[in-house]
């Protein structure tokens, strides 16, 4: 059986806005799992509904020689200019980047045959659809980024619905004090130690975990590395590994173009390509006020967990781990990319290492601010006293994985 993602319904919705439905995301989240099933729900009532991936290089080939050929494998909709038939055609195309101008292909569809036909395509990296994109298609595309599972997906994969529920209620309701206690703390450490991929949710075996993680790092980063024309390859997965190691620390490219032996050009190319297929977001600081406030380096996290451990080959229980703090705080990025987008996000330093490790903006000039520690016995207000009179409209507050009289405040965020 086929299990639900959040993104879904929103999908789902979409079909009936003229726009086309764009799915982005990191190799192997499942993109192309969600547009089957949305695609066999859709076949179900609507006849004129049609699948076709662009893995088959036939296909490719003959929609590059031209764009009408996408109507060999789907009914030909009415130009709306010379027809009043208002029968509207659904294509669904799998990893539209490989086309060699998807721009131009969707731009030239959609001006063609407009309300009469609905495009959902999907695709692999955002760094492909970036530079291929020329035209910024504004109004005749709608994007949708697919992630790893969160982790209320994550208990819905693992047939717990039950306490995927008792996560609402203690989001819900801060006093809220859960009796499924030990039951969710279990699945939120496996969770924090193997990541949201669906294929190694889904394995309950831990060593075929590790081993799916691997073919992951070898085989679809690989597959990144080849088609954005990486010349250096172990250097990449080098500089992949040092940012591991650096989860929530902010990076010097300096000193990493130094300890990789790449020149500055090449370290930042490396450093867009990451982000561009999704494996890591550099958050930068958040600054207004004072003059000493660090104003260009930014913070480096992963957007899987798993991904990252496996990189550090590190997957022993957290409370013995001497990288928990850098765990706890990379899940509360992942947690806050979802309440928030991710320009609403970031952190704050000043040159003499003042430190707020989240500050998110809600409206203008006002917000939240967050500390994470492990344990909250750690968290002092008054450590933080100068971003608190400075910044007094972003209240500050501690999240941790262990506290004292509070069930598992990590997962109240």
């Known amino acids: 059986m086929i299990k639900d993602r959040d993104l879904y319904n929103q999908l789902y919705q979409h079909l009936d806005k003229k726009e086309y439905s764009i799915i982005i995301g990191a190799r192997q989240v499942g993109k192309t799992t969600l547009v089957q099933k949305l695609y066999s729900e859709l076949k179900k009532s609507f006849s004129d509904v049609y699948y076709i991936s662009l893995e088959n290089s036939k296909i490719l080939q003959e929609i590059n020689l031209d764009y009408e050929n996408l109507f060999h494998y789907a009914r030909h909709p009415e130009n709306p200019l010379v027809s009043q038939n208002r029968q509207r ?42 530079t291929k994109f020329t035209d910024s298609l504004a109004g005749r595309k709608r994007i949708f980024h697919l992630k790893s599972l969160n ?8 047939d717990a619905e039950e306490l995927r529920k008792e996560l609402n209620q203690i989001r819900e309701n801060d006093q809220y004090m859960s009796s499924f206690y030990n039951d969710l703390l279990f699945y939120f450490n ?5 990541g949201g991929y669906p294929r190694i949710v889904l394995e309950n075996d831990i060593e075929e975990k590790k081993q799916y993680l691997e073919e ?9 590395i080849y088609e954005s024309k990486i010349e250096h390859e172990q250097k990449f997965f080098n500089l992949c590994t040092l940012l591991a190691a650096q989860t929530g620390q902010i990076i010097n490219k300096s000193e990493l173009s130094n300890t990789l032996g790449l020149n500055r050009r090449t370290l930042e190319k490396y450093l867009y390509i990451l982000q561009k297929c999704f494996y890591v977001y550099l958050l930068p ?19 899987d967990l798993g991904l990252r451990n496996k990189l550090l080959n590190r997957f022993h229980n957290i409370i013995n781990r001497e990288d928990k703090g850098q765990l706890i705080e990379n899940y509360i990025f992942i947690r806050l990319g979802e309440l ?18 989240f500050v998110v903006t809600e409206t203008y000039g006002a917000g939240k601010a967050y500390e994470t520690k492990f344990s909250d016995s750690g968290f002092r207000q008054s450590s933080n006293k100068i971003f608190q009179q400075v910044y007094p409209t972003y209240p500050l507050s501690c999240i941790s994985y262990i506290s004292r009289g509070k069930s598992i405040p990590i997962l109240k965020i």
């Open 190 to 194: 496996e969770y924090l130690t193997y």
């Open 89 to 130: 055609v659904v294509v669904f195309i799998d990893e539209i980047q490989y086309i060699e101008n998807p721009s131009n292909f969707l731009k030239y569809l959609f001006d063609t045959y407009q309300e009469n036909l609905k495009i959902i395509a999907t695709g692999s990296s955002a760094f492909y659809l970036d």
């Open 340 to 357: 928030y987008t991710k320009d609403q996000i970031r952190f704050w330093r000043t040159a003499d290492r003042n430190e707020v490790d």
């Open 285 to 303: 600081p958040f600054y207004q006020n004072l003059r000493k406030e660090i104003t260009k380096m930014p913070k480096i996290y992963f957007n």
């Open 151 to 158: 982790f209320p997906e994550f208990l819905s994969f693992k």
């Open 216 to 224: 992951l790092i070898n085989s679809f980063l690989k597959k990144d």
